[in-house]
Every structure is written in structure tokens, then in C-alpha cells.
């Protein structure tokens, strides 16, 4: 599911950004080339609900590396944009995800954009 959910970012920041902007699922150690993003999946959970259902949660963070280094002013206006283009994302099998508890900052001129895709499952027991 995880990486359904890395394509389905993927796609949107493609969609929206075009592909001017390289994006990246992968740390890349040499020849980066910005501007880009860099999707990650950090530590996924699921909990227990009611019966045979589970909600899975899936935080992701996702960086954006500026045309322009230390550029604020553009990691702001991406910042800014990516809580509109990111609060909804369509998986391949057609399924809509919300993005929840978004919010960004700045690390040493790359923006970190974090967002969580949740979704209850139902297990066959």
C-alpha cells in the first residue's frame, strides 16, 4: 500500500508541477537536480479499531530542493501550494485519500512537507 500511496503523490506532483520538477522516491547521494522532490515514507502504523477493521496511518515527508538555494521566498510559495495540491490524492485503483495534519518547515533551504494518508481497512477473518 505504501507504495501505491508514493505513486499517487507522485503522479499529482507530476500533474500539477510538470515535468519540469524531477521527483524522486529514492535518496539520491549524486546528481540531484532541482528543482525536485524527494517523496518518503516515514514510519507507517496501524491501530486496532472495532471488530475486524484497522486504521492504517501513512505519514509521508515530502522534500522539495528550490531552483534557487536558500531561496525562502520559493520554499514558502511551495510550501503554500502543496496543502491544496497534496489534501487529495487518487490511488490506481480509483480510491480518493485525504491528507491529513499537514504542515511544513524549513531545514538547512530544503522544505520538508509533511502529510498523513489514513485509511481504515477491513480484514476477512
Given at each position: 500500500?505504501v507504495?501505491?500511496?508514493?505513486?499517487?503523490?507522485s503522479?499529482?506532483?507530476?500533474?500539477?508541477?510538470?515535468?519540469?520538477?524531477?521527483?524522486?522516491?529514492?535518496?539520491?547521494?549524486q546528481?540531484?537536480?532541482?528543482?525536485?522532490?524527494?517523496?518518503?515514507?516515514?514510519?507507517?502504523?496501524?491501530?486496532t479499531?472495532?471488530g475486524n477493521r484497522?486504521?492504517?496511518q501513512?505519514?509521508?515527508?515530502?522534500?522539495y530542493?528550490?531552483?534557487?538555494?536558500?531561496s525562502?521566498?520559493?520554499?514558502?510559495?511551495?510550501?503554500?501550494?502543496?496543502?491544496?495540491?497534496l489534501?487529495?490524492?487518487?490511488?490506481?485503483?480509483?480510491?480518493?485519500?485525504r491528507?491529513?495534519e499537514?504542515?511544513?518547515e524549513?531545514?538547512?533551504?530544503?522544505?520538508?512537507?509533511?502529510?498523513?494518508y489514513n485509511?481504515?481497512v477491513k480484514?476477512n477473518i
Open positions: 500500500m507504495n501505491n500511496i508514493i505513486n499517487a503523490i503522479i499529482k506532483l507530476n500533474q500539477v508541477f510538470g515535468d519540469g520538477y524531477r521527483i524522486y522516491d529514492e535518496s539520491v547521494k546528481g540531484l537536480k532541482e528543482p525536485c522532490f524527494l517523496v518518503l515514507a516515514l514510519n507507517p502504523s496501524q491501530s479499531l472495532i484497522y486504521i492504517r501513512h505519514p509521508f515527508d515530502i522534500h530542493f528550490p531552483l534557487v538555494t536558500d525562502k521566498r520559493e520554499l514558502q510559495d511551495m510550501g503554500s501550494k502543496l496543502f491544496e495540491v489534501e487529495y490524492i487518487t490511488l490506481e485503483d480509483g480510491d480518493l485519500l491528507g491529513q499537514m504542515r511544513y524549513t531545514v538547512d533551504g530544503v522544505l520538508h512537507f509533511f502529510v498523513d485509511m481504515v480484514k
